[in-house]
């Protein structure tokens, strides 16, 4: 998953922004310290806002720098994608997970799946696993 990323110089500093994400703002000193500060910072405000159940906009905005999500914030969205209008219990029932388990899953704080999980969340969604090392 992928969001673009604008960077401007202004005075001495470079400024960088999301549009699909307008609360987050960074910068640097340099323009790839102010792209190393936007992973971050959007790293921290989607792990921030997943975890609090807050709606993440998709990523539309297509100019700029392209700054990947981080695997395990990506596979939280990813599955609450997936998941769609089902609960987070039917899920698990499906995934023979308790529901804190699946709970776990869908928050980038505390997901560390194994390769057999996600083996099995594949296989209820009618996926492939593929893995891009």
């Not at 401007?8 to 960074?26: G, R, V, Y």
């Not at 640097?28 to 609090?52: F, P, Q, V, W, Y």
């Not at 219990?89 to 999980?117: C, F, V």
Request: net charge neutral.
């Amino acid at each position: 998953m992928v969001y673009y990323c604008k960077v401007e110089k202004h005075d001495s500093l470079f400024w960088a922004q999301f549009p699909d994400m307008t609360n987050i703002q960074t910068y640097g000193n340099t323009h790839e310290e102010a792209l190393a500060m936007a992973k971050e910072a959007l790293d921290g405000c989607l792990e921030s806002d997943i975890s609090r159940g807050f709606p993440i906009p998709p990523p539309e905005y297509k100019k700029g720098y392209p700054i990947t999500v981080s695997s395990h914030i990506a596979l939280s969205l990813r599955l609450r994608e997936l998941r769609g209008e089902q609960s987070q219990s039917d899920i698990a029932k499906k995934l023979g997970l308790s529901y804190q388990s699946y709970q776990r899953l869908e928050n980038p704080r505390k997901a560390n799946p194994t390769i057999k999980t996600l083996e099995k969340i594949a296989h209820v969604y009618g996926r492939e696993l593929s893995i891009a090392l």
